[in-house]
T-cell receptor, first 112, second 114 residues
Framework: LAKTTQPISMDSYEGQEVNITCSHNNIATNDYITWYQQFPSQGPRFIIQGYKTKVTNEVASLFIPADRKSSTLSLPRVSLSDTAVYYCLVGAIMDSNYQLIWGAGTKLIIKP | ETGVTQTPRHLVMGMTNKKSLKCEQHLGHNAMYWYKQSAKKPLELMFVYSLEERVENNSVPSRFSPECPNSSHLFLHLHTLQPEDSALYLC?????????????FGSGTQLSVL
């Protein structure tokens, strides 16, 4: 059964770097790994997407090892406003069909 | 503002009621989606429309009926729901292309079935 697994929750402090790892053993060969952020009473919002190695944008970095069976979202110097739920999303082949598999989300709490 | 607008934001309905959720996107995308989000569970894909044709229906009960009159609008018609259908219903849109294209979500409709 294809699934993505990520920690249920994490705590950190303002100014720290936070790393959230997602495992996705059955990722489709040509598929990307995508991370979303969700605040209460809002829908998920795209953060970053990558295929392999490292991707960096203005808000985060994404590290993907060579086997692509996991990925790590890195948030540099977090602030209170980074408190949210973070989801990884990958595509996988299940019963010969391509499906998008969402993780259950990691609730990140940033403390002052 | 994501460019995807959902109404209503909150809905309380009895099990015998009929109601509809509405989604509108202003992004010029060709694909629209309905997702169900329950507490402590992964997002569940319900329906996918591409170019106004339904391309995916993930074994959703018939008490949920989608409608896509054009590429900018998506509806979810609800009737004779059960209390376990209470959840946040999210609409999303994307521009189909490579696999795992970026999804743009609305703020959702928080549904409570009594």
């Amino acid at each position: 059964l294809a699934k993505t697994t990520q920690p249920i929750s994490m705590d950190s402090y303002e100014g720290q770097e936070v790393n959230i790892t997602c495992s996705h053993n059955n990722i489709a060969t040509n598929d990307y790994i995508t991370w979303y952020q969700q605040f209460p009473s809002q829908g998920p919002r795209f953060i970053i997407q990558g295929y392999k190695t490292k991707v960096t944008n203005e808000v985060a970095s994404l590290f993907i090892p060579a086997d692509r069976k996991s990925s790590t979202l890195s948030l540099p110097r977090v602030s209170l406003s980074d408190t949210a739920v973070y989801y990884c999303l990958v595509g996988a082949i299940m019963d010969s069909n391509y499906q998008l598999i969402w993780g259950a989300g990691t609730k990140l709490i940033i403390k002052p | 503002e994501t460019g995807v607008t959902q109404t209503p934001r909150h809905l309380v309905m009895g099990m015998t009621n009929k109601k509809s959720l509405k989604c509108e996107q202003h992004l010029g995308h060709n694909a629209m989606y309905w997702y169900k989000q329950s507490a402590k569970k992964p997002l569940e894909l319900m329906f996918v429309y591409s170019l106004e044709e339904r391309v995916e229906n993930n074994s959703v009960p018939s008490r949920f009926s989608p409608e896509c009159p054009n590429s900018s609008h998506l509806f979810l018609h609800l009737h004779t729901l059960q209390p376990e259908d209470s959840a946040l219903y999210l609409c999303a849109s994307s521009q189909p292309g490579a696999t795992n294209e970026k999804l743009f979500f609305g703020s959702g409709t928080q549904l409570s079935v009594l």
